[in-house]
């Protein structure tokens, strides 16, 4: 069975910095990109960007670029999200999401809350 | 960047037919993938390439592409259908970029 477990809920200050996580198990998590999607409190879902965690080649949105960093152990099966410096507007639900085949996101993280106060 | 628009929200009487769209450029290269996402959980695939439902979905889902549009139809819509359903796709603007639209929120009469 596909999981994907993510890591729980955070709550940080602005400025202080963050990496959460993303487990994949039941499948073979070398040969599936996955994606990170933010969704901000009470608004739609936002592609982030997708790693693949084979060669961890990283394609980042224009909107998150140069704002998160996204990386794998592939020994842990397990992708990261981190922020250098957080910001109030970074509250949200992050999930990752594996990628199927033909570029649809098939499987899904439970999600991890983040909150930021200024 | 595409764009992906849907209409953001749609009322069914249950047990009746309802159609869900979502318009953009990058739909007439690529198919739309539909999720639905209930309140508080995350969101789940159901339907995907031409018109196929992961394993589990209920055959009342089906979809289908037509020029620069997608549709996601739920024949004889139930209680259980009501949630956020939002369209996704490959981004024209890079082979590896995705979009999402900006949800449709349903509401079972």
């Known amino acids: 069975e596909v999981q994907l477990v993510q890591s729980g809920t955070e709550v940080k200050k602005s400025g202080e910095s963050l990496k959460i996580s993303c487990k994949g198990s039941g499948y073979n998590f070398a040969t599936y990109s996955l994606g990170w999607v933010r969704q901000m409190p009470g608004k739609g879902l936002e592609w982030m960007g997708t790693?693949?965690?084979?060669?961890?080649?990283?394609t980042y949105s224009p909107s998150f670029q140069g704002q998160v960093t996204m990386s794998v152990d592939k020994s842990m099966t397990t992708a990261y999200l981190q922020w250098s410096s957080l910001k109030a507007s970074d509250t949200a639900i992050y999930y990752c999401?594996?990628?199927?085949?033909?570029?649809?996101?098939?499987?899904w993280g439970q999600g991890t809350l983040v909150t930021v106060s200024s | 960047s595409s764009e992906l628009t849907q209409d953001p929200a749609v009322s069914v009487a249950l047990g009746q037919t309802v159609r869900i769209t979502c318009q953009g450029d990058s739909l007439r290269s690529y198919y739309a993938s539909w999720y639905q996402q209930k309140a508080g959980q995350a969101p789940v695939l159901v339907i995907y390439g031409n018109n196929k439902r992961p394993s589990g979905i209920p055959d009342r889902f089906s979809g289908s592409n037509s020029g620069n549009t997608g549709s996601l139809t739920i024949t004889g819509a139930q209680a259980e259908d009501e949630a956020d359903y939002y369209c996704?796709?490959?981004?024209?603007?890079?082979?590896?970029?995705?979009?999402f639209g900006g949800g449709t929120r349903l509401t079972v009469l």
């Open positions: 790693i693949y965690p084979d060669d961890s080649d990283t």
């Open positions: 999401a594996r990628k199927g085949p033909s570029g649809y996101f098939d499987f």
């Open positions: 996704n796709s490959r981004d024209t603007s890079g082979i590896n970029a995705w979009v």
